[in-house]
């Protein structure tokens, strides 16, 4: 025992602040930098003037919708905290943050409903393997006893939730922290630092009991403190200390910190754990696997463009250091000039020199950098250090500026906030020629419009995109078409028999023809199934048509009067009369859906699939999820628009859903004449 942590990690530390929505994130943020002294005190989320949730999307919405980074300094030392949003629609945000920081803050609170959201946060961490204390927030509101509520969160994490301080209760008021490692008590003052006080006798036993515990999942990992448990000998401090250290660090043991970040208690004892215990860049590099040649290496955590216009890459430098007018490289060797080095602060930045491993700084101007890239000083570029799932959008808006003069400038704004976000995908849909924007949830799509207005001064209109219908036939028919004139001069002239007929749902179109004797001349053949095409952009219904066989078997001609153009107009003629008597009919887009859900939901789910039209296929337990649940089902495209909310609102904000086409069915009634109703209202 002993040793194995090898003392405390004085270089800059990046720690991301993590957890559930709402469990007090940003509260805690600002709790830190008025501990350390960074402001001069610490504002409520409410009063819209803390230093994260700067901007006027998240006010409005009452949530953290970006990553928020602040440098302070503990004791000498420099911390990065980066206060990340906590609903999962901004998940994105996250997940570049945890790939480079050295600890992630876990703020929990004692809510039943927030578990399933602590679950997807704590599987976030074992993917980049980021070592994780919990701070369990609200303590001062809390009723049920703590190692009950660690009872209830044990299940979210992989590693065991190691309680280091319990609370101390005067009747129901929690009046302050027993650590006990430290075998200290702390009586809370609010916004100050607490009074160190000795442990009430009449606290002993549940002290002796609770530390006993902590110890006996520290010799886990430590033979020689589970050998003096077995004694009854009492470990030496230092020992215990150590084995906090190198447990944490090592990603065994998640220590369990208790506190209110609203009153500020318990915030001074977390930041002297992050001090002593949490592992600093070196560890970070080689969880990483970051080359140790000595070259820099920057790995890209988000990427914000300013009010001014500048572009600011904000990166983790895993080694080396970077200057001011630096050259890295992108993989792949593409260059990158450094123009501008800032420290963050929320919104504000100061100017830097220079900057070393372990610092987390904005890097000004590097066009091509996008977020989640690994960038270093070598000129052939290195491997990217992290592969970033791709993330299924699940939600999306139509966008258009409600002037038309904005049309160029709003191209241009959806391409830099797709660049900010790049969980966004943008596609120009040549259906119904709409700009969509498609992310992770309304209220990811509704930040994203707000940000073109409010930043870019872009007034738009949004609204769900259209749903790609397609019509059909369902009978047969023979029909001729014929484009006679004579006008003067050079008549027209086309002649046409059509037999149209209907095919099988997928086989898109067909056209052939059985002209014998030269009745239609080859070249104008070629004119009527020019028309045909023309025609089936948009059959009777108003809907491109498909699934459809044109057969041309008979017509005439004129060696003077026709023309290619004659043909053409003959065959839609044809058309035009032909296809209304087919029974034309409206094909909806039929998806396949997999819903992934917290097993206590799954009846819930069920229960709403069909609601919206929707098959379901089964639903088994998903695979690597203990308590989650996949739902397979068939649905409609246009009830899936606003399926999220629903899914969302049924599951605490956890539950995803991926999407594919799989079919394309008939709609008929009134949801046919609502879709050409919207339809014709849109042309
Ligand atoms: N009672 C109590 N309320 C708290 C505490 N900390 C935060 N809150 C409240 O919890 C609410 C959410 O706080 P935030 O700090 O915005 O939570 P967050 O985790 O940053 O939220 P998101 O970023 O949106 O996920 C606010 O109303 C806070 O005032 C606490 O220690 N005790
Ligand atoms: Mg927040």
Known sequence: MGNRAGGRRTGPKCIAIVGPFASGKSTLLEAILARTGAIPRQ???ESGNTVSDYSSE?????????ATFATTEFMGESITFVDCPGSIEFAFETEPVLAACDLAVVVAEADEKKIPALQLIMRKLDDFGVPRVLFLNKIEKTEAGVRDTLKLLQPTSST????????????DVIVGSIDLALERAYIYREHAESEIAEIPGDEKAREIEARFSMLETLADHDDQLMEQLLEEIEPPRDAVFDDLSADLRQGAITPVLIGSAEKSNGVLRLLKTIRHDAPDVEATRTRLGVPSNGQTVVQVMKTIHTAHGGKLSVGRILSGTVADGAELFLPGGATAKVSGLYRLFGRDQTKLASAAAGDTVALGKLDDVRTGQTLTSAKAGLAPLVAFEPLQPVFAFSVRPKERKDDVRMSAAVQRLSEEDPSLSVRHQQDSSETVVSGHGEMHLRVTVERLEGKNQIPVESRPPAVPYRETIRKSVQQRGRHKKQSGGHGQFGDVVLDIKPLPRGAGFEFSDTITGGVVPKTYIQSVETGVRDFLKSGPLG???VDIAVNLSDGSYHSVDSSDMAFQMAAKLAMKEGMSACSPVLLEPIMKVEIFTPSDATARITGIVPQRRGQILGYNPRPGWPGWDVVEATMPQAEIGNLIIELRSATAGVANYRA?????AELTG???DDAMNANGKAA
């Open 543 to 545: 809907f491109p048509v």
């Open 43 to 45: 504002n409520p989320i």
């Open 660 to 664: 594919t086409f799989d079919h394309m």
């Open 160 to 171: 065991p939730l190691l309680l280091r301080q319990i609370p101390m209760r005067k009747g």
């Open 670 to 672: 009134r949801l046919a």
């Open 58 to 66: 998240a006010r409005a919405h009452a949530m953290s919708v970006e």
